[in-house]
């Protein structure tokens, strides 16, 4: 059984883990801010967003892109300051992102607003491209979450919560989605975050389960590292790329006033055998 580190504590909820030179990035949605933290622990706020979700990417330039979902934007934050405006979305409701090694973002977005307590309608996946112009390319995605892409830029894997699956989708020149395919069936599964290694292999964060489990394409389960409170998001980094980093809180549920219980959000690590490969 791996063990389980405290990196970060006393937050709330917390999500979007990003590993860039020698840091983890991560944000907290019930304060709006984007903190940078050290793996031994500690951690600084670089930005801050009033914005529910709250989820970054790296751009290819080391650039961070921060979702401005209620603001239909994607905001830059480079070498400290302000956030500036990246890219305009053109509408609200936005979830998470992931941004490929040519530096077309991936965002998606459900189709109605769960915390609201508004009727279900699937979601959709938008290619935000480096040319700056925002188009659909996926659409009836029960609940997209997580995103990843793999290592040779050829294929999207969408995390869909709500059907219990990671769906894959070919790449194409221009950034467009086809050939769709289940990945991954994950049975009872509910998938949230996710990243994939060298190996081929994805790591999804389950918050209902308190899990965080690495899955073969096709649904094996490899590995499964357990928590004490719902696990939202991962990541991994670390010198060699094999410390799972993982967001996590104790979860009260989607229409509540405070979705986690105050100050339960924690960043946690564990060290795992297979290092990390493409984004995020």
């Known amino acids: 059984m791996a063990e389980i580190r405290t990196v970060v504590e006393g937050r709330g909820l917390v999500e979007s883990p990003r590993w ?29 967003v009033e914005s529910l979700p709250l989820c970054t990417a790296f751009l290819p330039d080391g650039g961070l892109v921060i979702v401005d979902s209620p603001g239909g934007r994607l905001l830059r934050l480079e070498g400290g300051g302000s956030p500036v405006v990246h890219l305009e979305l053109g509408r609200a409701g936005w979830n998470d992102i992931v941004v490929d090694g040519r530096g077309n973002a991936y965002v998606n977005r459900p189709g109605f607003n769960a915390m609201a307590g508004e009727e279900f309608k699937p979601g959709s996946v938008f290619l935000a491209a480096a040319d700056g112009t925002v188009r659909e390319v996926a659409d009836d995605i029960a609940f997209p979450n997580g995103m990843a892409v793999t290592p040779d830029g050829s294929t999207l894997i969408v995390a869909d919560s709500y059907r219990g699956e990671l769906v894959a989708f070919a790449i194409g020149a221009d950034g467009g989605l086809s050939d769709r395919r289940v990945w991954a069936n994950l049975g009872d599964g ?73 100050g339960s959000g924690r960043l946690l690590a564990a060290d795992v055998g297979v290092p990390g490969a493409g984004w995020p």
């Open 20 to 48: 860039c030179d020698g840091r983890v990035y991560f944000s907290d949605w019930s304060a709006g801010e984007v903190i940078a933290a050290d793996p031994d622990g500690g951690g600084e706020a670089v930005a801050r």
């Open 190 to 262: 509910t998938p949230d975050g996710i990243c994939l290694d060298a190996e081929g292999a994805a790591w999804y964060a389950d918050v209902p389960h308190k899990r965080c489990v690495r899955v073969a394409e096709g649904g094996e389960v490899l590995d499964t590292v357990e928590f004490d409170r719902g696990a939202f998001a991962c990541v991994l980094g670390g010198s060699d790329g094999t410390t799972l980093f993982v967001t996590a809180a104790q979860w009260q549920g989607m229409t509540e006033p405070e979705p986690v219980r105050p």
